[in-house]
C-alpha cells in the first residue's frame, strides 16, 4: 500500500512539473514571438510628413555611420537592400518620437537615410539631407 501511495505521489509530481514546464515554454514562445510580431507590422509603403523626415533625419545622422553603397546599388524606394550593407534597429528616441518608424531598420549612405523594412530587405523611404 505504501509503494502505491509513493508512486502515485512519484506521478502526481511528475506530471504537475511537466504542466509547469510546458507553461514556462509557452511563455517563453509568447515572449519571444513579441519581435517578429512588431516587425511584422512593417510595411513596404510608408509615408512620413516632411517634419518626420527632418526628425529622423536629424537624430539618426548624429549618432550613424555612413556607408558606402556597392557600385550597382541605386537607393530608392522599393530597392532591395544588398546583403553588404549594414541595417541597424531604429533608435529607440526616433522611434518613440515617430512610432511609425519603430518596426523599421535604416542604412546611412552618403547624404541619404534609407529606411528598410526588415522582413523583406526593401527600401520603404529615403530621406534625402535637405529634408
Do not use: C, E
Not at 71 to 94: C, E, H, Q
Request: no cysteine.
Amino acid at each position: 500500500m505504501k509503494l502505491h501511495l509513493i508512486a502515485i505521489a512519484t506521478a502526481a509530481a511528475l506530471a504537475s512539473g511537466i504542466g509547469a514546464a510546458s507553461a514556462a515554454d509557452h511563455q517563453a514562445m509568447s515572449n519571444n514571438s513579441a519581435k517578429p510580431a512588431i516587425q511584422s507590422m512593417a510595411k513596404d509603403n510608408l509615408s512620413l510628413t516632411r517634419s518626420q523626415q527632418r526628425t529622423a533625419w536629424r537624430d539618426i545622422s548624429k549618432a550613424a555611420t555612413s556607408q558606402k553603397a556597392p557600385g550597382d546599388f541605386t537607393a530608392s524606394v522599393g530597392a532591395t537592400i544588398p546583403t553588404d550593407l549594414s541595417l541597424k534597429p531604429m533608435p529607440a528616441r526616433v522611434a518613440t518620437r515617430i512610432s511609425s518608424l519603430k518596426p523599421y531598420d535604416y542604412a546611412l549612405l552618403h547624404g541619404k537615410l534609407l529606411i528598410v523594412n526588415p522582413n523583406d530587405k526593401k527600401v520603404v523611404d529615403v530621406i534625402n539631407r535637405r529634408a
